[in-house]
Structure formats: structure tokens, C-alpha cells
């Protein structure tokens, strides 16, 4: 599906007047890779999920930065008519939904941050100039994102993930344009709003995997300790890719988190 303006391409599952359950995939991500949980999700809410701008049939923005992309997530929200949504952002969409927070007046019901981190450090940091040099260097050789696509996946994940996910994240990555992925990574520099958590005063999900090695798991759990009314939850055994590794075990952690949001809203 398209928004009205063009811009936004979504999949979406479930009533329209429902109340809106928004996924935001990652760098390496697309609307499809949230297939499992719209299905899941989708008798009890509209679930959304949306191509990030640059993904999919998304337009790409003119400059790339995680503000801009929080900007856009507000017009994708705004062309929805989708009110006090809640978002689901998977890591660098989990970046998206804190800058989100901090820009939009409008609040949300409640948001879960999977597999993500409030900061990518300082924009001259070494960590962050090898963590890109590495993620982009094959592409600066020649390969592409198709043939890229089996070796990121498999050092993304955990253990024992699900043979059909990895073959959909796998199918994701290999279609990610390669203008869009080196956007992505080099919007992460500098990210930081570890100074924002305490003011997050909705309902709040952290997820992690015991696996994850961009966002790490005792990373996430001190994180959670920021956020005034955070829930955290670690997934053993799981890399990056939770909700296409252990669909399930993500999708009964986001089901006991939502039917505690219902109950108290």
C-alpha cells in the first residue's frame, strides 16, 4: 500500500479503526520482514509496517539523518491518521522512534525499542570509523547487497533461527539499495540521546538478544534502568534479528507487553 502523498509505501493488517501497532524494521530490513507479526497482531490492532524512506517503494529522502527520518515517521503517521499509535522499532527504527519521541508533540501509546541503543557515539570516535569502514568496505570492492546479503544475516543472528526467517531476512537484505544501506550506516554517527530517556513517560518495552552483538544485551538491560516506566525482556539465544528468528518467543514477549499497555490505558 501507498499513503496519499506518495511517499510512504506500508503493509497493514487488520481493522483500520483499530488501534495502530506501527513496525519500523532496520538497516537491513523492509516492510515484508514484519510479515509474521501483522499476521500475529493484526486481530487486535492495525498493524502497520512501513519501507523506511529509501526502502522498498519509499521515496528516498534528499538528506539522510535520524531526525529526518523521525520526520518522516510523523508525516507517515500523520497520512495514516493514525492516533497515539504504538511503535515498534528495530534497531536503527529504534533510534528512529527515541528521535521521534523527543520531536513530535504528538505522544504515543506506548513504544518498544528491540535490539537498539540510545547512542552510536561521538561522530570522531575510532569505534564508530571502524564500524563503518567494516560494514561499508565490501561495497567499496565491488560487492553488492545481493551477494553480501547470506554472510550479514548469518553474523547477525543467534542460535537455531528459524530456517523460513532467515531465508525472508535474507531476501530483505539482498533488496536493500546500496545508496540507501550506506545512508543508513553513516546516519547512525554521532546518534545520542541517552540524555532524553528520562523523559520517556509512556509505557516501554526493551527487547534484546542474548546474542546481539550490535545491541548488546547488558547494554539494553542498563538502559531499561533510565527509563522511568521501562520493561525489560532478553530473548536467550538470539542474535539480531529476533522477530525473524524466534518469531514466537518475539512475538509472545510484544503480546505480554501490549495486554499490559491495554489494560492500564
Request: charged share 20%; glycine share 10%; proline share 6%.
Amino acid at each position: 500500500m501507498i499513503t496519499k502523498d506518495g511517499r510512504f509505501a506500508y503493509e497493514a493488517a487488520g481493522d483500520p479503526g483499530g488501534t495502530p501497532l506501527i513496525f519500523l524494521h532496520g538497516i537491513g530490513g523492509a516492510a515484508r520482514a514484519w510479515r509474521q507479526q501483522l499476521a500475529t497482531f493484526g486481530d487486535r490492532f492495525h498493524a502497520i509496517a512501513w519501507d523506511m524512506p529509501g526502502y522498498g517503494g519509499s521515496a528516498p529522502l534528499s538528506s539522510v539523518s535520524i531526525a529526518a527520518l523521525a520526520d518522516a515517521l510523523q508525516r507517515f503517521i500523520e497520512q495514516l491518521g493514525a492516533s497515539k499509535p504504538i511503535l515498534v522499532g528495530h534497531s536503527i527504527g529504534g533510534m528512529i522512534v527515541q528521535q521521534w519521541l523527543v520531536q513530535s508533540a504528538k505522544p504515543a501509546r506506548a513504544v518498544v525499542l528491540a535490539q537498539t541503543s540510545p547512542a552510536f557515539g561521538k561522530a570522531d570516535g575510532g569505534w564508530q570509523t571502524s564500524f563503518i569502514a567494516a560494514r561499508l568496505g565490501p561495497l567499496d570492492r565491488g560487492e553488492t547487497m545481493k551477494s553480501l546479503a547470506p554472510s550479514l544475516v548469518k553474523e547477525l543472528v543467534g542460535d537455531d533461527p528459524d530456517p523460513r526467517g532467515m531465508e525472508l531476512a535474507r531476501e530483505c537484505m539482498a533488496s536493500v539499495p546500496e545508496a540507501s544501506y550506506r545512508a543508513m550506516m553513516l546516519a547512525l554517527i554521532g546518534f545520542d540521546q541517552r540524555s532524553t530517556l528520562k523523559d520517556i513517560s509512556i509505557p516501554t518495552l526493551l527487547l534484546s538478544g542474548s546474542k546481539d552483538n550490535n545491541a548488546p544485551a547488558p547494554m539494553m538491560a542498563k538502559t531499561a534502568t533510565y527509563i522511568p516506566s521501562a520493561e525489560y525482556v532478553e530473548l536467550a539465544g538470539v542474535g539480531h534479528l529476533a522477530n525473524l528468528e524466534r518469531p514466537d518467543a518475539f512475538g509472545e514477549a510484544l503480546g505480554r507487553f501490549l495486554n499490559s499497555v491495554a489494560i492500564n490505558t
